[in-house]
């Protein structure tokens, strides 16, 4: 139990409070017990405990431990026992663009600029509307919550409709309105842009699972006055700000030939790094770049196989985490960078790329790369006080997944278990800020059927309008 | 349908006999009909069709085309109509060691020297005997069968053991008896081992299921009389041989220090390129070795995820392609070097490495990437005659898997589906030679429930042995 100060008296704290008086006073009323053979908790000591328990209460862990231990001290209203399974933190996507499911490989093969200019700009510009943007999320959040994501980071357009969904999923999310430098789907100048975040920052003030961002797109598609206006407005609204930066070789000559500096140093000069930042893929950061994002305390996102599928080439991740900088993984968007968003294939990618890089197949162990899928993730968002690892006080986001396939059997270490031989398909059950959002790998708050027919008909659309160029 | 030469009347061209004969008197009997919403054949003309059906007639394809065609033309003892789901050729498996799978994970985050000597080969006198590879065996064959690989290539002790396992599990299997210079489970000398391999051969050949093998393990592991004598076994008997080929830099120094030449090279001047084979990663092959294994015909098995995790190196696929190499892809074995045997999982591995290697994110198109794990395994093999596409005439071995989970909804590319966003877990039903071996994602040759107590079983008495080094 953490020692809370009396005159910063938070959420926390209470919780704690409330925990010692309920145990004093006997066996304490939660509202969810859930059991497994073996959990991992991300806590600081990185506690592994078998035949475990967590006792949840409202939105919160009360307590976690061994199933005898938590059973003698708790009386649940519900219980999930979940028995031969792995109990874990939900995962948290630091990157991604969740409504371009609906454009789900439309262009493969093509390098990144060419991408985005000749297919996924004028694809989006054609087929992007609110309502596109509602089915698309719905249907990434599904697949997210399915494969046990409980908090995801999204850049996209129509933010706030984004924020609906994340509300109607039950899921986490840090959502970032996008603000750039020509006429998008939602916005027809830079200035439209920013008012529109500034009003999404302000719908979602407050709100439990959403933690509304601005998000200018890059160094390479903003004037530099959009993006000082970008960090201001965040900075107004304490909120974070959302960026790729330096993911490809040409956007970081591009930014040196015309400003002598790297991208990630033309944007400290800019002020960008002077409040929560999350820096998405990072692949051609150099060791002062490094440097500036560790002492500016800006988190990375890696997206080990955006960064492969774009041949974008392969972020420094061993350095970053050695210079103190808070990684997380995100699957990026799935129109051809990726073409889905599963954090058990990231972290898989994330070792495997990072051994065969550097040559030592003992760069970046299992631990690592769980820990960049969840606690190190929630650093990065700035989120790690209340997500990303089960402990007493923590937002209830857990994931539970079957341990009952032939290839999670048998296994010698947890961690190696995690990232070599578990996939999204093993995860059972999901909670979400104290609640059950997935059940028996049936999800309880999206409409499956109904978002799975949608994006059939969206297919059919967006296909059309690839044909005929409208 | 092919033209049948009347001197040289082989299975094929009697089936294409048949099949024109019952045709011309009606509707044809056939066992099965098969049925999807999409089904890629992999055969020449690389078709794809739309609402298809397959029919098979004892453990071969009898025709395949739209549903409405195959339902007029076939009357069918049973069906299965897969609805909205994805049929085609069952996976082919080019390298693997399938009894590891009881040491999965045993070690990660090793070189692949130190690896081998320090906890492979130790764990392996302590632990293997013919029961620990027969439930190993079946371990690998369920999770493989399950995730819709047909065809296996092992390496392995008591290889008739596992011989015997590809048959209970109706699965099919190019099975190598390994051939090492110093004493392990099977073996105290290499002339035992070659006497075993020589016993094996005879034991399974004309097996319908099982192509038996002799597997010398590699260059820097045998004599050259060792090696020499495998090549001379394997020839007598008509049947492949299977070595790991220039696996790490290591391997590579050391023989052309020795030797003055690659090990390709080397291998090439001992003969053992004179006949069939199969060399297992080729990650350090130049271009000389690559032209040598072009024309000697050598089958080359791509191993991504093992080349990564254990940072052996990046083989050079492409090229070898370019070349007019086979190359099919393996998962190699679960100790450590991936850890599990999902060739969804390794087709998306050779693609996004093949990509950010080259900084060409055209390199190794999605359609290339089926072609390994499928016909072009089959190649590699020398068996794209009998497996690896879906045409009248072949061994019906084929995978179906459904396609209603928002991880492949839409798609736009067929090709892409499959490589970048579907995985094992969509393998809903399975045929290998014509019979049913998984249905609705339950195997029905193997027993789930006893393999994975097995298993259980077997972790205890390795984690002991791993423990008091007995």
């Given at each position: 139990m953490r020692i809370c100060c009396p005159t910063r008296l938070t959420t926390k704290c209470f919780v704690s409070f409330l925990f010692a008086v309920t145990t004093l006073a006997g066996a304490a009323n939660v509202d969810w017990i859930l059991t497994a053979r073996i959990a991992v908790t991300m806590d600081a000591r990185r506690r592994v405990i078998e035949d475990a328990a967590v006792a949840v209460r409202g939105d919160r862990i009360l307590a976690v431990?061994?199933?005898?231990?938590?059973?003698?001290?708790?009386r649940a209203a519900?219980?999930?026992?979940?028995?031969?399974?792995?109990?874990?933190?939900?995962?948290?996507?630091t990157h991604t663009h969740a409504a371009m499911s609906l454009f789900r490989g439309i262009a493969d093969d093509v390098r990144l600029q060419e991408w985005l200019e000749k297919f996924i700009f004028p694809a989006e510009s054609r087929n992007v509307s609110p309502e596109f943007v509602r089915w698309g999320t719905r249907l990434a959040c599904l697949e997210m919550l399915l494969s046990g994501t409980t908090t995801f980071t999204d850049m996209y357009y129509f933010e706030e409709v984004v924020g609906e969904v994340a509300r109607e999923a039950g899921m986490r999310g840090?959502?970032?309105q996008t603000v750039i430098g020509f006429?998008?789907?939602d916005a027809k100048t830079p200035a439209e842009g920013l008012a529109r975040a500034e009003r999404f920052?302000?719908?979602?003030?407050?709100?439990?699972?959403?933690?509304?961002?601005?998000?200018?797109?890059?160094?390479?598609?903003?004037?530099?006055?959009?993006?000082?206006?970008?960090?201001?407005?965040?900075?107004?609204?304490?909120?974070?700000?959302?960026?790729?930066?330096?993911?490809?070789?040409?956007?970081?000559?591009?930014?040196?030939?015309?400003?002598?500096?790297?991208?990630?140093?033309?944007l400290d000069a800019l002020g960008l790094w002077n409040g929560r930042a999350v820096a998405a893929h990072g692949v051609w950061l150099d060791d002062t770049d490094i440097e500036i994002l560790a002492a500016r305390g800006v988190g990375v996102a890696h997206c080990p196989a955006s960064n492969m599928k774009l041949a974008s080439g392969i972020a420094p991740v061993v350095k970053l985490l050695k210079a103190g900088v808070a990684v997380g993984l995100g699957p990026d968007g799935p129109a051809g960078s990726n073409n889905d968003f599963d954090l058990w294939e990231e972290m898989d990618l994330a070792g495997k790329l990072a051994k065969v890089h550097s040559g030592d197949p003992a760069a970046l162990t299992s631990r690592q790369i769980v820990e960049m899928a969840t606690i190190g993730g929630a650093r990065a968002l700035g989120l790690d006080g209340e997500t990303g690892s089960i402990e007493p006080g923590k937002r209830a986001?857990?994931?539970?997944?079957?341990?009952?396939?032939?290839?999670?059997?048998p296994f010698y270490d947890v961690y190696s278990l995690m990232v070599w031989a578990m996939k999204g398909s093993d995860v059972r059950h999901v909670m979400v800020n104290g609640k059950l959002v997935v059940r028996d790998r049936k999800p309880l708050t999206l409409d499956s059927a109904a978002i799975l027919k949608k994006a059939l008909e969206y297919r059919g659309s967006v296909a059309a309008s690839l044909r005929t160029g409208r």
């Open positions: 431990g061994t199933r005898a231990a938590i059973d003698k001290e708790h519900q219980r999930l026992d979940a028995g031969n399974a792995l109990l874990a933190p939900g995962l948290v996507n840090v959502l970032g006429p998008v789907a920052l302000k719908q979602f003030d407050g709100d439990p699972l959403v933690t509304p961002a601005v998000a200018p797109h890059a160094i390479y598609t903003n004037s530099d006055a959009t993006l000082g206006a970008a960090r201001a407005l965040a900075n107004r609204h304490r909120k974070p700000l959302l960026i790729h930066l330096s993911e490809t070789k040409k956007e970081n000559d591009d930014v040196r030939r015309a400003r002598g500096v790297s991208p990630a140093r033309a986001d857990i994931l539970i997944a079957a341990l009952d396939h032939p290839r999670t059997t």
